[in-house]
């Protein structure tokens, strides 16, 4: 897991990937402009992974915004729009609200020491679309659990 700054909360909710769940607030993405706190979805790196393809590859062309590994490379990020975390509940996955406190969205280096930028930032995906990735996370739940069914 990555460990951000000053975090003032964290939901952690259960981790089997095949649950559907609907949001129970709306998830509309808000402009996050550089040096704007921001959430942080944090889920295992293989999932992530196939996620971030999954929105690159989306017949809407959702952006995808900055996106972060630990230096394990165990688990990604994906930075949000604050208040996210307020009704994030996707099975294997914790949405840390951070208040603006510890982390924000920044220009240069990852924020966290031990991490790196998978997708850095960048003017045109400020922040990921909960919406969109609650989708793709789920998605690529689905797509995981059947391909490690084929052995």
């Not at 700054?5 to 509309?28: F, H, I, Q, V, W």
């Not at 889920?43 to 971030?52: H, I, S």
């Not at 690159?56 to 930075?79: I, K, M, S, W, Y």
């Not at 609650?134 to 059947?146: G, T």
Request: proline share 12%; charged share 20%.
């Amino acid at each position: 897991m990555l460990h951000i700054g000053m975090e003032t909360g964290s939901r952690t909710t259960a981790t089997n990937p095949t649950t559907t769940t609907t949001p129970t607030k709306d998830l509309a993405p808000a402009p996050a402009p550089a040096e704007q706190s921001c959430d942080l979805v944090t889920v295992p790196a293989r999932q992530g992974l196939e996620a971030v393809d999954i929105l690159r590859r989306g017949r809407d062309q959702e952006a995808v915004g900055p996106v972060l590994h630990n230096g394990a490379c165990d688990t990604l990020g994906f930075l949000v729009p604050p208040g996210t975390a307020d009704a994030w509940d996707v099975p294997g996955s914790a949405c840390t609200r951070t208040d603006g406190r510890g982390l924000r969205l920044p220009a240069g280096p990852p924020p966290a020491a031990g991490s790196g930028w998978l997708l850095p930032p960048a003017e045109d995906a400020p922040v990921t679309d909960p919406a969109a990735l609650r989708a793709a996370l789920d998605l690529a739940a689905r797509l995981l659990e059947a391909a490690d069914g084929c052995n």
